[in-house]
């Protein structure tokens, strides 16, 4: 039998816009209440204010995602306020790209950092009250290209890539804990991340595509909203590719 839904507290970085947007919504629908973090204030402060108007529950707070102090001095409030969050998406991504030669030190950094380096200060900094509580949802948001590679994505892949290992030594950790942690790797999905491909680009992207389509942030979502649910309790350290069947 199916285990009741319970409606949770939630954060998701970059809930701004794209895919983290489409996740803040589909949360809000199913009744929890969605903190939704992004560096733009206007962002996600407009999507935590289409939420509460819909009849929602969401809060919007502000943040470089990659500012250690920033991520400390977000979480330490949400803790004081909420106790803490159930269910943690760490979805805020960038993308700088260039051939490998011309990278430079701050494409690299900045990659790291904002795609790596702050899944690492938002776990650290929620992660607490979900194990005193014994029950939490860890939701990385890696890519394809950190399974299969990408010319001219070195950076993004190693992060991308990162964050999965990331991802399952969380779920050997905490796994005592009754908290899950997995990575879902969306394949190519509309949102302003890939409206700057050029048109040859998006042609040599779908050729590789079985299901001939690009995804939507609904499909990501769809599959986020599950693992965050009741009933996937028994799934954790596993990668998850919502990707029209890129990576098989
Ligand atoms: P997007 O449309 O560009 O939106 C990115 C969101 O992340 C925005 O809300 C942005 O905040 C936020 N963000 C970026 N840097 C941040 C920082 N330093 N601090 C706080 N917030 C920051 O991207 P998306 O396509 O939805 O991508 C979401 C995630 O999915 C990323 O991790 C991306 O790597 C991954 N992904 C995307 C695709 C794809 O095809 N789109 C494929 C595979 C994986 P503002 O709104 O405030 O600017």
């Given at each position: 039998?199916?285990?009741?839904?319970?409606?949770?507290?939630?954060?998701?970085?970059?809930?701004?816009?794209?895919?983290?947007?489409?996740?803040?919504?589909?949360?809000?629908?199913d009744?929890?209440?969605?903190?939704?973090?992004?560096?733009?204030?206007?962002?996600?402060?407009?999507?935590?204010?289409?939420?509460?108007?819909?009849?929602?529950?969401?809060?919007?707070?502000?943040?470089?995602?990659?500012?250690?102090?920033a991520?400390?001095?977000?979480?330490?409030?949400?803790?004081?306020e909420?106790?803490?969050?159930?269910?943690?998406?760490?979805?805020?991504?960038?993308?700088?790209?260039?051939?490998?030669l011309?990278?430079?030190?701050?494409?690299?950094?900045?990659?790291l950092?904002?795609?790596?380096?702050?899944?690492?200060?938002?776990?650290?900094?929620?992660?607490?009250?979900?194990?005193?509580?014994?029950?939490?949802?860890?939701?990385?948001?890696?890519?394809?290209?950190?399974?299969?590679?990408?010319?001219?994505q070195?950076?993004?892949?190693?992060?991308k890539?990162?964050?999965?290992?990331?991802?399952?030594?969380?779920?050997?950790?905490?796994?005592?804990?009754?908290?899950?942690?997995?990575?879902?790797?969306?394949g190519?999905?509309?949102?302003?991340?890939?409206?700057?491909?050029?048109?040859?680009?998006?042609?040599?992207?779908?050729?590789?595509?079985?299901?001939?389509?690009?995804?939507?942030?609904?499909?990501?979502?769809?599959?986020?909203?599950?693992?965050?649910?009741?009933?996937?309790?028994y799934?954790?350290?596993?990668?998850?590719?919502?990707?029209?069947?890129?990576?098989?």
């Open positions: 039998m199916l285990l009741a839904h319970q409606p949770r507290i939630a954060l998701v970085t970059g809930a701004g816009r794209g895919i983290g947007k489409a996740i803040a919504e589909t949360f809000a629908a009744g929890h209440t969605v903190l939704c973090v992004s560096k733009n204030p206007a962002s996600c402060g407009g999507v935590a204010d289409a939420i509460t108007a819909a009849g929602g529950k969401a809060r919007a707070f502000p943040a470089d995602v990659s500012d250690p102090a991520a400390a001095a977000v979480c330490e409030a949400v803790n004081a909420f106790g803490g969050v159930d269910i943690l998406v760490n979805n805020a991504g960038i993308t700088r790209d260039n051939l490998l011309r990278m430079s030190d701050a494409e690299w950094g900045d990659v950092a904002t795609n790596l380096s702050a899944a690492f200060f938002w776990t650290r900094n929620l992660v607490r009250p979900m194990t005193k509580k014994r029950w939490g949802r860890i939701i990385n948001i890696g890519s394809v290209v950190g399974r299969m590679g990408n010319a001219g070195a950076n993004y892949a190693a992060a890539a990162g964050l999965h290992g990331f991802t399952m030594s969380l779920a050997r950790e905490l796994a005592s804990r009754t908290i899950t942690a997995n990575t879902i790797a969306p190519f999905v509309t949102t302003d991340m890939t409206d700057k491909l050029t048109p040859e680009q998006k042609d040599a992207i779908m050729r590789n595509v079985p299901l001939r389509r690009f995804g939507t942030p609904a499909d990501i979502a769809a599959l986020a909203n599950f693992l965050a649910s009741e009933n996937a309790g799934i954790t350290g596993q990668i998850f590719g919502v990707d029209g069947g890129m990576a098989m």
